[in-house]
């Protein structure tokens, strides 16, 4: 069974940076996409960002682009998410999410896939 372990969030004032970790095991498959979504109160979940693991392809929110980068060791099997230029709208719960396949077959780009979820990391940005 995958297990996902996050670490990371906490309350930043905007314009200030934050990083999420997150590390997996429990899998076997080689070619697998993981990456961050999140979840604001009162809306939608949105998927913030995603790598491949294949060839390190890597998709972002129109939301976040430019101010987040995604990264990953593959050898560690872990990502992390280095977030600056945080604004209040950042202000959320991120999840760790994993699926088998790369970043543009998963559901970061909409596609009704197997996916395995961490705990959440709450991100607060004060204005």
């Known amino acids: 069974e995958v297990q996902l372990q996050a670490s990371g969030g906490g309350l930043v004032q905007a314009g200030g940076s934050l990083r999420l970790s997150c590390a997996a095991s429990?899998?076997?498959?080689?070619?697998?996409?993981i990456g961050w979504f999140r979840q604001a109160p009162g809306k939608e979940r949105e998927g913030v960002s995603c790598?491949?693991?294949?060839?390190?392809?890597?998709y972002y929110a129109d939301s976040v682009k430019g101010r987040f980068t995604i990264s990953s060791d593959n050898a560690k099997n872990t990502v992390s998410l280095q977030m600056n230029s945080l604004k209040p709208e950042d202000t959320a719960v991120y999840y760790c999410?994993?699926?088998?396949?790369?970043?543009?077959?998963?559901?970061?780009?909409?596609?009704?896939?197997?996916?395995?979820w961490g705990q959440g990391t709450l991100v607060t940005v004060s204005s």
């Open positions: 999410v994993f699926e088998e396949g790369p970043c543009y077959g998963s559901s970061w780009y909409g596609h009704d896939t197997d996916d395995y």
């Open positions: 429990g899998f076997t498959f080689d070619d697998y996409a």
């Open positions: 790598i491949s693991s294949s060839d390190g392809s890597t």
